[in-house]
């Protein structure tokens, strides 16, 4: 009988933290609240992530034009943008020169490998663990603003040169 209750228990009273990439740097445009990630399970196998604004939700009644935020369609657009940001041209020139002021041992770090890695992004997302996943979006952004008609990206300068020099360790 014991048997039986462990194999089907579904909650053994600890909630279950989830290492969401996006953790503490989604916020609401509407009242500047921040955004947590949050799941809805539909079918056994099937669940749905998308983000809510705490400030809403402890309200009693709710007034932001926010309601749900898709988590998987926030964390793609956020994919394309980056990749985009960093395959510019003048990106790619302030990249390719952070990198030689980072390199120490006098080699380079080639125009076409960024371009692949950059153009690679989302392929390579998926495969990606979850705390790499929020490591690096932890190094390129600072904070995400999401309003009802668009989504504000401020990326992390600094950030760039940890990916560049990590990037550089993997390809030698």
Known sequence: MQRLLQEHARFNGRQQKRLS???GLVFCGCCGGIMKESFTRKAPAKSYRYYLCQKDTRRIRSTCPLKRVPAAELESLLLSEIGVMLAKPETLAGVMQAA???DANGGRLQSRQVLSACGDLAKV???MFPVEQYKFM?????????HPDKVAIEYDTHGLEHVIAETKEVSA
């Open 21 to 23: 990439p996006l953790r």
């Open 125 to 127: 997302w998926d495969l």
């Open 100 to 102: 030689k002021e980072l």
């Open 138 to 146: 932890r190094t390129v952004i600072a904070k995400v603003t999401v």
